[in-house]
Nanobody
């Protein structure tokens, strides 16, 4: 069973940066699609980015493209989301996910979810 644990969220001013980490235990992340989601209370959850093992490519939603960067350190079993030039609109709880299928810039049907880490961007 794969377990995911996020960290790195917090409060940052607009224009600032944060790096989220997600450590995997139980299984490795080497051969499955992975991704990040975010959710604001009262709103639908939205995909932020995902990595496809099929295309060996990473995809981002338009609103974060050029500002966010997703990476994976297989040796550390850790995935990262580097977030730069943050806007107040990026305020949300961020979740790392694994399994499912990365297509259309979204990870569909992930089998595993972390518990989330909150990010607040002040103006």
């Amino acid at each position: 069973q794969l377990q995911l644990t996020e960290s790195g969220g917090g409060l940052v001013q607009s224009g600032g940066s944060l790096r989220l980490s997600c450590v995997a235990s139980g299984l490795t992340l080497d051969y499955i699609d992975i991704g990040w989601f975010r959710q604001v209370p009262g709103k639908e959850r939205e995909g932020v980015s995902c990595f496809s093992t099929g295309t060996d490519s990473t995809y981002y939603r338009d609103s974060v493209k050029g500002r966010f960067s997703m990476s994976l350190d297989t040796a550390k079993r850790t995935m990262y989301l580097q977030m730069d030039n943050l806007h107040p609109g990026d305020t949300a709880t961020y979740y790392c996910t694994a399994g499912g299928h990365c297509t259309g810039r979204v990870l569909w049907g992930p089998n595993y979810w972390g518990k989330g880490t909150p990010v607040t961007v002040s103006s």
